[in-house]
């Protein structure tokens, strides 16, 4: 099957992006931000020179989704997907179209706000060496992927390249306050009991996921950027859910995996990935939107 080019770069004449992260570019509309999502996929830090069609696309539609259905617990920075509302625009309407948000400027507050279910990932590889993860003690004996008895808060710091760095909510009260981070972390267990919810009834199992909050000058508080998104959480198939092992999921690990079997270094030159990796993880994006929305890919 054939698909339309990766968008590995948005090119709109004369503007040029205020920044560029591994998925989106950023575009300063004054008291508003247009974000478009690429195509671009990363992994082990580094962004990889193929691109997975339509991915830009998913995530945003799901965001979309997301932010509608969670206003009731945190007002987030979304005034419109639909591109024909973003001013000045209608020239770049077929690139921008379905893959693009105009939003509120905020400050955004230099916490990832991490809800986790399950043990995995990082998460994992510090309860083996600590039994505990951010702080917070497990009890001992469980299995990796295994669910925790209620879901934890576990923020991180934002890093501009790199990982982030998992921190205790204590060491993030310091960094940013204490009263601000109880309510984040009140937020974040808030949208991942939703999210997990609906999930569970799509035949999904949301293991974890990362928010990021901001600040009006009003000093409301928002959130921003993506919401429940494969690339921001961790989504198993609850069909194939078996703990003692890691899950297959509907996320970029088919990407890490490859990188993985051909065994490279983790350093440039970055590989490109062979057509049936691009398809497969496409697949895996598409499938999980289907799931959880319930339709289609809305085509341009």
């Not at 997990?196 to 928010?211: N, R, V």
Request: charge should be negative.
């Amino acid at each position: 099957m054939s698909f339309d080019a990766p968008l590995l770069s948005t090119q709109l004449n004369g503007l040029l992006p205020q920044a560029r992260g591994k998925v989106r570019d950023i575009f300063d509309l004054g008291d508003r931000l247009l974000l478009v999502a690429t195509d671009r996929i990363s992994a082990f830090d580094y962004v990889l020179p193929s691109g997975i069609p339509d991915k830009g696309r998913i995530l945003t539609q799901l965001s979309l989704f997301w932010f509608e259905r969670t206003g009731h617990i945190v007002r987030n920075h979304i005034v419109s997907g639909n591109v024909d509302d973003f001013p000045g625009m209608a020239a770049h309407a077929q690139i921008l179209r379905g893959r693009s948000m105009l939003v509120r400027k905020t400050t955004p507050i230099p916490i990832e706000c991490v809800a986790r279910g399950y043990l995995a990932g990082s998460g994992w590889k510090e309860y083996k060496a600590t039994g505990t993860v951010c702080g917070i003690a497990l009890p001992p004996g469980l299995r990796e992927s295994d669910r925790l008895p209620a879901p934890i808060f576990t923020p991180a710091t934002k890093a501009s390249s790199g990982h982030d760095v998992n921190i205790s909510e204590q060491d993030a009260g310091h960094l940013i306050g204490t009263e601000l981070i109880g309510r984040l972390r009140d937020l974040t267990l808030a949208l991942y009991t939703f999210g997990a919810a609906h999930a569970e009834s799509c035949g999904i199992i949301l293991a974890d996921t990362k928010f990021e909050f901001g600040v009006l000058p009003s000093a409301d508080l928002l959130l921003i950027d993506e919401a429940l998104t494969p690339d921001s959480s961790r989504y198993w198939p609850r069909d194939q859910y078996e703990p003692g092992r890691p899950q297959p999921s509907f996320d970029k690990q088919f990407v890490r995996d490859f990188l993985e079997d051909i065994h490279w270094n983790k350093q440039p030159p970055v590989p490109a990935l062979p057509d049936w990796v691009v398809t497969g993880t496409r697949d895996k994006y598409l499938e999980a939107f289907r799931r959880l929305t319930g339709h289609d890919l809305p085509w341009p």
